[in-house]
């Protein structure tokens, strides 16, 4: 067997040791009518080179990021991931460890989260930042569901342009419990301030707007804030991290809490999964953050040593009445962001979303030349990395077809999500993205 | 060998004009920022973060690591975690391109092996739980316990009835009940037995027809496995409710039994624990679920099918619950599950609980005399150990068992859990484990309960730093690191 | 003042009455010596705020330690007059004087509204006594 150590005269040894006396005797308190009388049917079991050859047959059946050339975004994305990270992230003692329930035995961890919570802050200019949730979309959810306790209405105010999976995770956890949750449409590509000054009132606990949005477009995050405020609602900013290496941070425009995916800080796209739900939050809101945060304290001696706090937040001490009912979050994914914000730095940032800034606006311009006259921009505002062109001619699918089979993963149709926008064409492009890269796009679909 | 300087904080470690990563120049036309953006949205300067150097990265992060113990490097009987060794096949198979680099939104004709992969171990997965539909989307066992809850609600909800409550023993995790409120029940408590057995006279008292579902953890989190299972699964039955199996204990009876089979109707898996995906210091983790076939409509999208023309993500299933993360599940996580259950087989994963069982037992033979086990000689997986005496006779806690373990080079069990036992120490040792490693643990214990009580009240002596002070950490959070505080003098 | 001449509840805290000019009911509440040595070190504390109506054994408020939370639970029904942030703000002044500085609400009453069982010094002690320590 793969991972077992004791020998038959092991295993003789032990059981004469428990007083049983065989294997089976083992499990004498499991009824015998509840036993499987057969072996489970499972595939046969394969050895290490066996696995190896298997798996590899089965990655060659997919046709990666790295074959293909990836134009792909809608909240996952192809960002460069420093070798750096890898590395430090495939030490055992990080990766084999577990929560750090004891904080003597798992200083490293406990500093990393430590280190990371202080880089999010940093990076949103919030006060307190946890140690990860699972991703964007549970991190969305679970920011509402703390706007709903610590303001006590029930009115939940989002725009159309929020990530479609977001609501929908969204809609799920709100389903069986007293929230209201009210979309407003933003036809425009972006929630326009009076549409939203006219939606919100004394019962809305929260405004929750994604920026960039999943169109890729800038909202008005300072004016929409400040309506959101001015009722008494919490402001919920969703963010592109890689994004504020140039764009203001939430906190300097008065966002209350603020949720992001984590995946572009150096996690690997992985069809999903794992990815890094990020959340922080104004201090005066702190007893409310759900999930595992790390504190700087000092032992008796008076040495600096970090822990886990604020413990009685969490599910293991307040059962039901938990802020949430995270466990396990994300950990490695967490430390997998600090090391990437440690190597990329703040001019590091502000490069790649630099660069994101330019080649996007650059591959829009050249996709809207090429075509002739036949693809257009969606909407009027500005931009981050990621945009919607219209397609006059309404066959996204054609477009994206085409794209594939000259080796491109050319962005998605719109109307996956949003049936009003059937000729809608949502596309990416990070700072991996060259020129030729964008020009072969372009070529690709010119004949079209 | 400590390297004090390396791990002082990124943020003192930081000097301005370094850095560790370069990006190319732009190959595109290049503008003025507040050319292409409002300069409302802008930021004045870029974000605040440490400025480092790559080998300043390098070497810091390398040095805390060492500051952990971990599975690969010490023995680490977490009572609930399972920290059984982690494969580094499956770390080599998680990480190859073909599987890593994948986007969510690419086509599924592009990731037909993937698709294959998932769809092989959803089936795995439901043989090994008896119960015929699984959803791999949620991320954790709590997602998981949250994910099912919500799949109750839906079902009783398009049946028309109004159920409101969740039950769960005493003994539950925490998650359980929290889940339960997540989900808008209410969770109520049942009480155990002195044997932490489920009370089946308080479970009568508690079940009518506002139970929508009752949780159990079996075996439970004494690591007992509870011989009333199918009695409870017809009370709760009877009265119209559903069970839930919590599948944190799973690693007791792969191929033994069948959660389906004793009358679950919804569990979750931790493959993190099970299926040795490793726990990452905190996670990630991966919660898939399996459900009965009444169940299966409501199950969270999206779901793999398998058609004549290849495999394909569903997405239109009216009677779902709907999405409950942004994409597909902790596919790296499900990734390292599938290379688990491939190597191993059914034989091998019998073999897995049969050697878990049989090292707990030993373990609990060698130490019950010191550290009474007040559930009795035998358990499944795990056990949970008293330090009561000690601490009566001698003021020794279980606290300070666990934090001298340190010093004998042991991760600590899990301590005061379950609530039920007073001065409870969880301990798990897991199948990869060997019976010398057992042994030298036991012998520590042994050790410890004879040193004076004044050592331990103080240990760990060992390690970097000694008992944090968890009063001031929690009365004044400090959550981040500030520049006021004073420098340590350089070493 | 002397726990004495103080009332308490089954749950810990102690009370004291005193007749306002308005004709209604003063209950000063806090909680006592027993349960304050039982919690260990407290980190936090929530307190009903003023203006919030309590009902008799419900909870009014919040009592933290590193890994234990408490309900507080009202004596009587009424409503908040004050709340002690002294003491919120600096726990230490429950520890040292319960009976006293440390007190945490004012709810005023009125004569008949709904009560909690009771006890007097002597019936507490005993009953702390009966309680695993």
Not at chain 1, 24 to 43: C, G, H, S, T, Y
Not at chain 1, 122 to 136: F, I, K
Not at chain 2, 35 to 44: F, Y
Not at chain 2, 113 to 127: I, N, V
């Amino acid at each position: 067997m793969a991972y077992l150590f004791n020998t038959p005269e092991d295993q003789q040894a032990m059981l004469a040791a428990i007083g049983a006396a065989s294997l089976d005797d083992l499990f004498a308190m499991v009824p015998r009518e509840l036993r499987l009388a057969r072996e489970l049917d499972l595939p046969p079991a394969l050895t290490e080179m066996e696995l190896w050859h298997h798996a590899q047959k089965l990655a060659a059946q997919n046709r990666s990021c790295r074959e293909l050339v990836c134009f792909l975004g809608g909240g996952a994305y192809d960002h460069f991931v420093p070798a750096v990270v890898d590395q430090l992230a495939a030490r055992g003692e990080f990766y084999t460890s577990y929560t750090p329930y004891q904080a003597e035995a798992s200083k490293g961890n406990l500093q990393a989260f430590f280190e990371y919570q202080t880089l999010i802050t940093r990076l949103t200019g919030m006060d307190v930042s946890n140690a990860s949730l699972y991703d964007g979309a549970t991190a969305a959810a679970e920011a509402v569901l703390l706007s709903l306790a610590a303001t006590g209405r029930r009115r939940v105010v989002l725009p159309e342009s929020l990530h479609p999976a977001y609501r929908q995770v969204l809609a799920t956890y709100l389903a069986h419990l007293d929230a209201e949750l009210v979309t407003l449409p933003t036809p425009q590509g972006s929630l326009l301030p009076d549409d939203l000054a006219q939606a919100v009132d004394e019962q809305t606990a929260c405004v929750l707007v994604q920026h960039p949005n999943f169109f890729g477009v800038l909202e008005e995050m300072p004016a929409l804030a400040s309506l959101a405020k001015r009722c008494g609602a919490l402001f919920i900013a969703a963010v592109d991290p890689i994004s504020l290496g140039i764009l203001k941070r939430p906190g300097d425009y008065g966002a209350d809490l603020v949720v992001a995916e984590g995946q572009s800080l150096g996690n690997p796209l992985q069809y999903g999964g794992p990815y890094l739900g990020i959340m922080a939050c104004r201090e005066p809101l702190m007893r409310r953050l759900p999930g595992r945060i790390a504190g700087q304290t000092t032992d008796r001696h008076g040495r600096t040593c970090y822990v886990l706090t604020l413990q009685t937040r969490e599910q293991h001490i307040r059962r039901e009445r938990a802020t949430s009912n995270i466990c396990t979050n994300q950990g490695l994914l967490a430390l997998r962001a600090a090391i990437y914000l440690a190597v990329m730095g703040p001019q590091g940032l502000r490069e790649a979303a630099t660069l994101c800034l330019y080649k996007s606006r650059y591959l829009a311009r050249r996709l809207v030349e090429a075509s002739g006259g036949r693809l257009a921009p969606a909407f009027q505002r500005p931009t981050f990395k990621e945009f919607v062109l219209r397609d006059r001619s309404g066959r996204v699918e054609a477009l994206v077809e085409q794209g594939l089979a000259a080796g491109y993963l050319a962005g998605v149709p719109l109307g996956r999500w949003y049936p009003q926008w059937a000729d809608g064409w949502l596309l990416a492009v990070t700072e991996q993205r060259t020129l030729s890269e964008m020009e072969g796009l372009c070529a690709c679909l010119a004949g079209m | 060998m400590r390297n004090q300087q390396a791990t002082r904080t990124l943020f003192e470690l930081s000097k301005p004009g370094l850095r560790g990563c370069r990006l190319p120049e732009p190959d595109v036309p290049a503008a003025a920022l507040h050319e292409l953006l409002p300069a409302e949205l802008l930021a004045d300067a870029p974000p605040p973060l440490a400025e480092l150097a790559e080998p300043d990265v390098v070497r810091h992060f390398t040095n805390l690591s060492t500051q952990n113990m971990s599975v690969d490097t010490h023995f680490y009987p977490l009572g609930s975690c399972t920290m059984k060794y982690n494969p580094k096949r499956n770390e080599r198979v998680a990480q190859l391109a073909g599987l890593a680099e994948l986007h969510p939104l690419q086509p599924d004709t592009t990731v037909q092996g993937l698709l294959a992969l998932l769809y092989e171990l959803a089936a795995m997965l439901a043989e090994i739980a008896g119960l015929p539909a699984v959803s791999l989307q949620p991320a954790a066992g709590a997602h998981g316990e949250l994910t099912s809850l919500l799949v109750a609600a839906a079902h009783f909800r398009r049946r028309g009835e109004q159920r409101t409550k969740v039950l769960a023993p005493d003994s539950a995790h925490g998650t359980n009940p929290a889940s339960a409120a997540m989900a808008g029940f209410t969770a109520v408590t049942v009480q155990s037995t002195p044997q932490g057995f489920v009370d089946l006279d308080d479970l009568r008292r508690k079940l009518d027809g506002q139970v929508a579902v009752f949780m159990i953890t079996n075996p439970n989190t004494l690591g007992m496995f509870d011989p009333q299972i199918r009695v409870i699964a017809e009370m709760v039955h009877g009265a119209g409710g559903l069970i839930y199996l919590d599948g944190a204990n799973m690693n007791a009876i792969l191929g033994i039994c069948r959660p389906g089979d004793f009358g679950a109707d919804m569990m979750h898996f931790n493959c993190h624990k099970t299926f040795s995906g490793p726990h990452g210091g905190g996670g990630p983790g991966a919660g898939p679920i399996a459900v009965s076939s009444d169940l299966a409509p409501y199950l969270p999208v999206p779901l793999i099918e398998r058609t004549a023309e290849g495999y394909r993500l569903v997405l239109d299933r009216p009677h779902s619950i709907g999405r409950v993360r942004s994409f597909f599940g902790n596919v790296g996580v499900l990734i390292r599950a599938w290379c688990y259950l491939r190597t191993h087989g059914a034989r091998g994963l019998r073999e897995v609980s049969t050697q878990a069982v049989l090292n707990a037992n030993y373990l609990l033979s060698r130490i019950q005399h010191i550290l009474p086990v007040p559930q009795g000689n035998r358990c499944m997986h795990e056990f949970v150990a008293s330090a009561a005496r000690l601490k009566a006779e001698r003021g020794v806690s279980a606290m300070d068992i666990a934090k001298r373990l340190l010093d004998y080079g042991f991760h600590a069990p899990t301590v005061y859990f379950p609530p039920i036992v007073k001065e409870a120490l969880m301990i798990e040792p897991t199948e990869t484990e060997s019976k010398e490693t057992l042994d030298a643990f036991a012998d520590a214990l042994h050790q410890i309960v004879q040193e004076p009580p004044e050592l331990l009240h103080h240990a760990p002596h060992s390690t970097l730093h000694s008992r944090p002070d968890e009063v001031q950490a929690a009365r004044h959070p400090v959550t981040s690191w500030h520049a006021t505080r004073p420098r340590p003098a350089s070493p | 003042m002397r726990p004495e001449e103080l009332l308490f509840t089954r749950t810990h805290e102690w009370v004291c009455f005193e007749r306002a000019a308005d004709g209604s009911q003063i209950a000063t509440m806090g909680i006592t010596a027993f349960a304050l040595e039982a919690l260990t070190d407290l980190t936090y504390l929530e307190l009903a705020a003023p203006g919030t109506q309590v009902t008799a054994g419900q909870p009014c408020g919040e009592i933290e330690s590193v890994k234990a939370v408490s309900d507080l639970y009202s004596p009587v029904t009424g409503e908040v007059i004050e709340a002690n942030l002294a003491a919120r703000d600096k726990l230490e002044l429950l520890n040292q004087d319960p009976y006293g500085s440390g007190w945490l609400l004012k709810i005023r009453t009125q004569e008949g509204a709904a009560r909690v069982e009771l006890l007097d010094y002597a019936a507490y002690q005993r009953q702390c006594a009966e309680e695993p320590h």
